[in-house]
């Protein structure tokens, strides 16, 4: 048995210690606790030892938890794919939305925004390693996206966010998160302005924070193996 209550003070150590050895202020990176495929008691038991940010990757899933831990007044990250045609209860349940990678996409999301709501926080997805099967915009299309995203009402564009192609070795991963990096660095020498780094996982989170991660997304270790059962499920 996996005790949560017992794991997230360990997370939270190791990785105030990258942020240490990295030469960052531990208090710059926030942890992400991804809860897909968990059952509503693990999250509960994470919120009672004080974890505020929870990310979910289904549209439906995602709601269900949100509608069921209302009361708890926790803070809800999107991180999966997002269709266009399901961003009406996204808008109007999450806080977050990492996974933006279409114009159209925010675009439903600020006019569906509920405006009681403040403002929805976005960060662009980028397909940082050029891979056929994942999500997210090339490089050279990031600076007309920003623009026309930083311009959208009830939209916060916060940053970026990207899932590298899984790599073992250390500085291998780092490549990736100082592309995304550096990207992110580009945009504000064109005028956008933004402070959020979505990057870094279970596997790679070190690797992440040496590159300036603002939030690492961390499932696996916060909660233990995921629900195989449901490990299929599709959007
Ligand atoms: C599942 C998931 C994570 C967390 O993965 P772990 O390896 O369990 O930490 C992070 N980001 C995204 C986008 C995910 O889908």
């Known amino acids: 048995m996996i005790r949560v209550t017992e794991n997230l003070p360990k997370i939270r150590d190791l990785l105030d210690k990258s942020a240490v050895d990295a ?6 990176i926030h942890l992400l606790a991804v809860s897909k495929k968990q ?52 808008a109007e349940h999450f806080d977050w939305v990492h996974t933006v990678d279409k114009l159209k996409t925010a675009k439903r999301l600020s006019e569906q925004r509920p405006e009681a709501l403040g403002d929805l926080n976005i960060c662009l997805q980028i ?55 550096k990207l992110s660095e580009s945009l504000a020498l064109q005028g956008i302005a933004t402070d959020t780094l979505s990057m870094g996982m279970t596997g790679d989170y070190r690797a992440a924070i040496f590159e300036g991660a603002t939030i690492v ?12 059962q449901s490990d299929n499920r599709t959007e």
């Open 23 to 28: 030469g960052r202020r531990p208090e710059a």
């Open 127 to 181: 397909n940082i390693d050029d891979e056929a099967a994942k999500s997210g915009i090339e490089p050279d299309e990031l600076a007309d996206l920003a623009l026309a995203v930083a311009d959208l009402p009830r939209l916060r564009l916060r940053g970026l966010m990207c899932l590298p192609a899984i790599r073992t070795d250390f500085s291998e991963q780092r490549v990736p998160f100082a592309r995304l990096r």
């Open 39 to 90: 059952p509503l008691e693990k999250i509960l038991e994470a919120a009672a030892a004080g974890q505020r940010d929870f990310g979910e990757n289904t549209v439906q899933e995602g709601i269900d938890k949100v509608t069921k831990l209302a009361e708890s007044a926790l803070t809800w990250h999107f991180i999966g794919h997002l269709q266009s045609n399901k961003t009406r209860v996204v």
């Open 217 to 228: 997304r961390i499932g696996t270790a916060v909660f233990g193996p995921r629900n195989v």
